[in-house]
């Protein structure tokens, strides 16, 4: 049976009350005293109640600089992420799939944008060399601000969204039939095609000729 729980103002308004269900409720302080919550540190540490547990030989990873690639926003709206199905040219997604396909790199460039998206942007690349499939999956996020800056909510949420999106690389052939039938709603009801570069053939074969590598 599932619990249902609520935090409510009690009848004086200076103290918050923990209810479950119909039962009475406590007071909000007594009930994290008994099921104190657990805080986890970006270095492994945790802290519960008063119990801290720090890690001895604990090392912080670090994304290093020379993996950051900078581009050029000039003309894009860096608060407008999408380009909608209107292939708005001022748009962040815009902006990305111009450059992937300068880059002439890839075989398939799908726009995924839009609820249940494994990633706003798809790329698959040929890799020859080592005779494999590069799957790469791209993730945009609109500045907060009408300015650049270095705004840690910003990088949290597109961080996160990239996290999600990490766990479509167990199943390839599932992720190339979702795409499929996304392509196909759309253009069911006269949408414009998700596929930027490629189309649905391109999709059907890539995760039957290749072993894969997977990059978010």
Known sequence: RQRQMCIRDSKNGDKFVFCEGKLNGQSLEDYFNENPPK???????????????????????????????????????????????????????????????????????????????????????????????LINLYHCKYSSSETPGTRVTDLYEVCGQAEKSVGWAKDVKFMMDRLLKRAASRESRGGASRYELGDNETVSYTHLTLPTTERV
């Open 39 to 133: 805080f986890w540190f970006v270095d492994g540490s945790s802290l519960e109640g008063n119990f801290f547990v720090e890690l001895k030989n604990a090392t912080l990873n670090t994304f290093p600089k020379d993996r950051t690639i900078v581009w050029s926003w000039s003309g894009i709206n860096i608060r407008k992420e999408s380009q909608t199905e209107r292939k708005e040219s001022d748009s962040i997604q815009y902006r990305l799939i111009a450059a992937l396909k300068e880059s002439k790199k890839y075989s398939l460039i799908f726009d995924d944008d839009g609820p249940g998206e494994v990633a706003d942007v798809i790329a698959i690349q040929e890799d020859d060399t080592n005779n494999e499939l």
